[in-house]
């Protein structure tokens, strides 16, 4: 497929990054399984990209470990329908998802005290706590 893949209004994948190809299904399909390939598998070319900046990919790699081969390329199968087209535009889908989580810049996290109040009804929850197990204790002791 010919088309690039538009991710939002700044961002568009180049056509010459994505490859596919179809392959037979697996699973019921009747006598239509053996004779049509309508599953898709997505490929991206996540290395040679110059459409995403470096930190971008850097978090896509990480949201897509798992659908990393040994070239870089993020591998994205679906057979999600009988329709090689619908297989396609889900595959298709599913890139476009992974790379407007991977667009978000994460928070950096800053590290803060508690405060007196919580550490305060913290200890006496634990002292309310302690009271209530040596109340059950028998006196015997």
Known sequence: MSEPLVVNDRITIPAGDLTFTATRSSGPGGQNVNKVSSRVELRFDLEGTLALAAPTK??????????????????????????RLQNLADAREKLRLMI?????VPKKRRATK???????RRLDGKSRHSDKKRARRSGDE
């Open 58 to 83: 850097t978090r896509l790699r990480t949201i897509a470990k798992s659908y990393l081969d040994g070239e870089g390329r993020i591998f994205i199968r679906s057979e999600r329908t009988r329709d």
């Open 100 to 104: 407007v989580e991977a667009l978000v």
């Open 114 to 120: 508690p405060t007196y109040g919580s550490t305060q």
